[in-house]
């Protein structure tokens, strides 16, 4: 009996040791625990921030639809007078291709204006009895005079867009005009479905899938060229590279960036501005194949602007962006845009030492 009694107190003694060597390993299981749940509540807090960042600023992009830079005071000059006065005077910031987003900027202004300016009109009636400009908002009769402004700047800026999109001297095309990069991309970005408000911020990632999954058949008809890739749906991007002509392009772009062998902020830059040999900000694309009345075309959206871009032939890449990212297109979009380089009088980019 004595025996039995002694084994039962060393199986306690020993179920305690056991118990008490688990607890440590409990407790760190815990901490862990706590540890996981903490760094996802950090980050609930912190999308919930980022969220309510971006409403304020679109927020105030509703109040405010004017650009920062551009006051117009229409009750001293006139409108077309302040659209160039401000153009010019900040022609340090619009360089080439931003100078034509800049006007295309104050032309939506100007429609966004018109419908207040003629609600105003009524109420606002200076002293003497004359209807005066609601403040920082064109007045009707003065509309047509900056849209006047806006295509002489426009036509003044492709002329500089040329000669400084390269270093070597170009013969002149007066005769073909072009689209530049943010032109093209807006008109592409419209006719795939994607908002106004995504196109406006180059930060915007890709939402291509939900866009595309949202089209009908009374859609803007989309070549094949065009139709998003595997890697669009299943891979974040940024917005820029849905934009491009080639779909192998795209693809390798966003391979790339995922892997790390380019990084995703210089790859946008490159694309969105370029830089050329000067190092002054150009569009790193010129779309041939517009007519002469569509430079001038005011219109939100384009028909044939988004044919025209859609279009990989119409594209010539400057040569530093090839140079540069040469690994991410294929011989015959080297070859297109040594065609168009050849109708400028400019020489063949060469890859490897051999003309493609």
Known sequence: MEVIDNFVDMESESGTLASGSSTPFK????????????????????RARQKCKANLEALKLDVDPSPSWFDPNAKTI???????????SHM????????????????????????????????????????????????????????????????????????????????????????????????????????NDELAKC????????????????SFPIPPNMHPVEEQFNTPHGLAIDLLPWPETRKKAIVAIKSGVIDHDTFKIDTVFGRDAQRLTCSPFIIHGISKEDV???????ENDANVAMNPENWECAQ????????????????QTNYWRSQRGLPPVRIYDVDL
């Open 203 to 218: 930060k915007s990632t890709s939402q291509i899938k939900y866009h595309w999954n949202q089209r009908t058949a009374k």
């Open 320 to 335: 530093t962006w090839l140079e540069k990212y040469w690994f991410l297109v294929d011989e015959e979009t080297v070859k």
């Open 78 to 88: 006139s409108l077309a007078d302040s659209v160039s006065n401000a153009l010019l």
């Open 296 to 302: 001038f075309s005011f219109e939100d959206f384009d």
């Open 92 to 195: 340090y910031v619009f360089k080439t291709s931003e100078a034509m987003w800049a006007a295309y900027l104050l032309s939506n202004w100007l429609n966004v204006s018109k419908s207040q300016s003629r609600a105003s009109a009524g109420k606002a009636v200076d002293t003497a009895g004359m209807s005066s400009c609601p403040e920082n908002s064109p007045c009707d009769d003065g509309m047509e005079e900056a849209r006047s402004a806006l295509s002489d700047f426009i036509q003044n800026t492709y002329a500089s867009y040329i000669q400084s999109n390269t270093s070597e001297q170009a013969k002149p095309i007066p005769s073909r005009p072009v689209l530049d990069w943010f032109r093209a991309s807006l008109a592409v970005g419209i006719a795939l479905g994607l908002p």
């Open 27 to 46: 407790d760190a299981q815990e901490a862990r625990a706590r540890r996981r749940e903490q760094t996802r509540l950090a980050q609930r807090r912190f």
